[in-house]
């Protein structure tokens, strides 16, 4: 049994050809083709009811409008994924390298502050765990 997804995906690739071959026929349009066009038209309308019927086996499914635009621009949708990976590993990187600077930052001014105030700084050591 195929899930509700590679049904929808079925009927849009359906549909997809039939508008194709609707498209064929009116390039070249000759009055004997009428009924022809008109099949191709009534199947493309129990097409878009098929659709309809399925909406509800995928309702709880959700598309980020990003991916729309990836298509509008006439993007693969499936770069939508890689780009949103290779965004969060940038982002994890620069956040790294903000934490590991924190980290010399913090031991910097620790080191400065114990020259200064040695007291001070054992007692925050020894609060702290020995930091």
Do not use: W
């Not at 026929?25 to 009811?49: A, H």
């Not at 729309?68 to 990976?85: A, S």
């Not at 105030?117 to 765990?129: L, Q």
């Amino acid at each position: 049994m195929s899930s509700p997804l590679e049904n929808l995906e079925t009927q849009l690739e359906m549909f997809i050809e039939n508008v194709r071959q609707i498209r064929i026929i009116v390039s070249d349009f000759q009055p004997q083709g009428q009924s022809v066009l008109n099949q191709k038209i009534q199947s493309l309308v129990t097409g878009l009811q098929e659709v309809d019927k399925l909406k509800s086996q995928v309702h709880d499914i959700h598309v980020p409008t990003e991916v729309f635009d990836y298509i509008d621009q006439g993007r693969n949708p499936q770069l939508y994924t890689k780009d949103c990976i290779d965004k969060a590993l940038a982002k994890n990187e620069e956040v790294k390298g903000k934490i590991d600077s924190y980290k010399r930052f913090k031991s910097h001014l620790l080191a400065e502050l114990s020259k200064t105030f040695p007291n001070e700084i054992a007692k925050y050591k020894a609060i702290r765990g020995g930091e």
